[in-house]
């Protein structure tokens, strides 16, 4: 009988401790798959914050880059591109809450662009305003670190081109077809002011001269007006701002058809 016990007693100690070891091990494996897991959410929440800051410093990047455009474009020192780029690195480098952040940028310097910056409006039948960097973003935080590099344009775009035809004496119709381009897309005109030469002297067309605008939405734009000029060609200027206040300019030679 005590021989039993014993036996039952041994039996019963060796299955608490299978019982025990496999508890040990069921806790184990879910505290492991529980950290696990956790570690996921941790990381995706991580990554999830540092992509959007990414998206964020970008979208930043090409806003300074535009507003500094329209400031040169419109007679603003061609200097002003890296001041507010600089701006915008100082203020990317006191926010810490991802880790510290540093963004570099070069403004593009070649045969066309000056200090980042590109305005081209004496080609015939083309205007240019144009603004390039080349950008380095070095993010060190706890989760991880990122290197991202990366380049912006900012590129308003207008060509023109037209004839005229004669009606009485010294009075020509003109017809001008221009569009509007942003990096080669159509592109959208705010505001657009056209002036032609006579005698020497650029004048602007007014709704006297029976000035029309037939915006097509699409970036194309048909214009038309009356002029008394004696010239047998007419040239043609046209002053346009973008929908992002950034001013192109082009001009054109019209002949008789």
């Not at 998206?55 to 300074?64: G, V």
């Not at 048909?222 to 973008?242: C, E, G, K, L, W």
Request: with cysteine; net charge positive; charged share 15%.
């Amino acid at each position: 009988m005590k021989k039993r016990q014993r036996k039952f007693r041994a039996n019963s100690s060796g299955q608490l401790l299978i019982v025990a070891a496999l508890a040990i091990a069921i806790l184990i494996s879910s505290t492991a798959i529980y950290v696990y897991e956790l570690s996921k959410e941790t990381n995706s929440e991580d990554y999830s914050a540092i992509s959007n800051f990414v998206l964020a410093l970008k979208q930043s990047t090409r806003n300074a880059m535009i507003s500094s455009l329209a400031n040169v474009s419109n007679g603003g020192k061609k200097n002003v591109l890296a001041a507010n780029l600089n701006r915008l690195s100082q203020v990317f480098r006191s926010i810490n809450n991802l880790g510290i952040c540093q963004l570099a940028f070069t403004p593009l310097s070649d045969s066309n662009y000056d200090s980042g910056t590109w305005l081209s409006w004496n080609i015939s039948d083309m205007g240019v305003s144009s603004a390039y960097a080349n950008f380095t973003l070095e993010l060190y935080g706890m989760a991880m670190n990122v290197t991202l590099n990366y380049a912006v344009n900012v590129t308003t775009a207008i060509t023109l081109n037209g004839y005229f035809t004669k009606l009485s004496g010294n009075e020509k119709l003109v017809n001008l077809t221009c569009n509007v381009y942003n990096k080669g897309e159509p592109g959208l005109a705010k505001n657009m002011t056209f002036f032609y030469e006579r005698l020497g002297s650029w004048l602007p067309v007014d709704l006297s001269d029976n000035l029309s605008i037939m915006d097509y939405g699409n970036g194309t734009c048909r214009v038309s007006f009356t002029i008394s000029t004696p010239s047998n060609a007419v040239q043609v200027s046209a002053h346009i701002y973008d929908v992002r206040d950034i001013f192109v300019q082009a001009n054109t030679t019209c002949y008789e058809i």
